[in-house]
């Protein structure tokens, strides 16, 4: 099987929006199965811009978002570009949750992931996200561009919305980019 067929095999039954920026993340240059922000050409996607987030991996404490896209910034009733992801973690997960994140980079994989944002006001948010490494300007394994599929669940309507709280994971999946699956378990 292709490296192509079987990231799109671990898509089974992902949105239309998860799978483009598969195909999008699968069609770029890569050294060492991880492809370069350089490379990276937003020009070529721009229906999916407004759903991507980019974590820098700064380090175990802290996952900084580089780039929060104007739909999830909507989504999420405030502008969370420059702030630590794990501020939206709950205390208890943030180990873990780092912990999944820094591997889609030690071990190149993609990570598959259905979320679950809970506002300061109690509100649900629930959407799908994939998840691919890419290297930075000095060539380094340590960005993960995040492409979120607009919500599938909400309990508000869009006036009637107020500020991330919190995040949970209902389902974590890895996807063999050809580095292997890590092995996590949330």
């Not at 996200?129 to 508000?156: H, I, N, Q």
């Amino acid at each position: 099987m292709t490296r192509e067929a079987t990231v799109l095999a671990g898509l089974e039954n992902a949105t239309d929006m998860t799978v483009a920026f598969a195909r999008y993340w699968l069609s770029m240059p890569t050294a060492d199965l991880i492809p370069s922000r350089r490379d990276f050409a937003p020009e070529r996607i721009p229906g999916l811009l407004a759903n991507l987030v980019i974590h820098e991996l700064v380090s175990p404490e802290h996952l900084k978002l580089r780039l929060v896209g104007t739909s999830v910034v909507a989504d999420y009733g405030q502008e969370i570009t420059g702030r630590n992801y794990l501020d939206f973690v709950e205390a208890a997960r943030r180990p873990k949750a780092s912990r999944a994140i820094f591997l889609i980079c030690e071990q190149p994989s993609a990570m598959l992931v259905q979320l679950r944002s809970i506002s300061e006001g109690g509100k649900l948010l629930t959407r799908e996200s994939v998840a691919f490494p890419m290297r930075d300007e000095e060539g380094r394994a340590r960005l993960v561009y995040f492409c979120s599929s607009p919500p599938v669940e909400r309990t508000a309507y869009q006036e009637d919305r107020d500020a991330l709280a919190i995040m949970k994971v209902l389902d974590r999946r890895y996807i063999d980019i050809g580095g292997g699956i890590p092995e996590f378990t949330d």
